[in-house]
């Protein structure tokens, strides 16, 4: 399948004011978990537009390297982790950790509100290393719209697979010739982001706030608890730290401009050597249809890490057993 996607013609679409403002928040909801999740509504959103132009990601590149050869320093000597690190290299450090196996498992399970409307969005999405290969799945169902994608990562291309939901959010249902190829680059610049990156948010000292009054009502901080583990909370900066995010929004809902944020929060729990065990995230953001009607959406999103097993890889329509709930 080519890469380049017609254009439907909006205006042979008709539907009613109500509709708008559910298929908008509902296509908006079904992106989250720092994993791809998501759906097409076939360019029938318009998001307010959001100027972030001069924002440049690459200025907020992590040296993992740099990161892990200060920690195993910081361990050989008996420090304090704490003490050692801020709250968003903490984070980094355990995202270094989990990517310098050569197996690891992320899994989220979540849900995104849109109370004006009364519209729940079911969320659940995994990603896999197993040595060179990288799968991730991104299911997403709701009384609106229930879709699944998938994509396969290996040798430098990745493959990706639009479907259905089956009996719950928790199948997705392809077929294997409905399938778009891009190099890894391709994909990158399309998705904001590698199937190979186990988290999209951008965290970094420069994309988190640890003045002023946090707009999630939770501030930057680390907290080393009475069992050994670590909770770091990160409060980012809603235009930085979620730009690739955005990239995936627009890609993904066929957004025509980028989504407007009002907070975005991530809650790390580590083990008492860093390992990531899981995250939170706490958001909300905006999206705007072309009715020119729009809805606030909030989303929790749990994801949990798992490192060095033997993760396979599953077949296209081989469903995942999914674990991870935000209870």
């Known amino acids: 399948m080519s890469k380049a996607k017609a254009k439907k013609n909006p205006k042979s679409k008709k539907v009613t004011k109500s509709t708008w403002i559910t298929l908008g928040v509902a296509s908006a909801i079904a992106i989250g978990c720092g994993i791809p999740l998501g759906f097409k509504l076939h360019n029938m959103l318009l998001a307010d537009e959001v100027d972030d132009s001069n924002v440049d990601a690459n200025a907020f590149t992590v040296n993992y390297d740099s990161l892990l050869t200060k920690y195993k320093r910081t361990k050989a000597a008996g420090g304090s982790y704490d ?7 903490l984070a980094n450090v355990s995202i270094a950790l989990l990517i310098s196996n050569s197996t690891w498992y992320a899994q989220c399970s979540g849900q995104a509100v849109v109370p004006a409307v009364n519209v729940v969005q079911q969320i659940r999405s995994t990603k896999i290393r197993a040595n060179d290969s990288y799968f991730e799945e991104s299911n997403s169902k709701s009384s609106v719209v229930a879709l699944a994608d998938r994509a396969y990562s290996s040798g430098g291309t990745t493959k990706a697979y639009h479907g259905s939901i089956g009996t719950s959010v928790e199948e997705g249902v392809y077929e294997a010739k409905d399938v778009t190829s891009y190099t890894d680059k391709e994909y990158k610049e399309y998705m904001g982001h590698y199937v190979s990156a186990p988290v999209i948010y951008l965290i970094c000292k420069g994309t988190t706030i640890t003045t002023g009054s ?15 583990t670590y909770t770091v909370d990160l409060e980012l900066d809603k235009n930085t730290a979620c730009f690739n995010y955005k990239t995936q929004m627009v890609s993904i809902s066929d957004l025509a401009s980028r989504p407007t944020f009002y907070f975005c929060h991530l809650t790390f729990q580590l083990d008492q050597d860093l390992n990531p065990l899981s995250y ?48």
């Open 83 to 89: 003490d050692a690190f801020t709250a968003p290299d």
């Open 280 to 327: 939170i995230a706490y958001e909300k953001y905006y999206a705007k249809t072309k009715a020119g009607v729009g809805s606030e959406i909030v989303a929790t999103l749990k994801t949990e890490f798992k490192m060095g097993g033997d993760y396979a890889i599953p077949d296209l329509n081989i469903p995942i057993a999914y674990t991870v709930t935000t209870s």
């Open 214 to 228: 946090p707009d999630s009502g939770k501030a930057t901080a680390i907290v080393h608890n009475s069992d050994g």
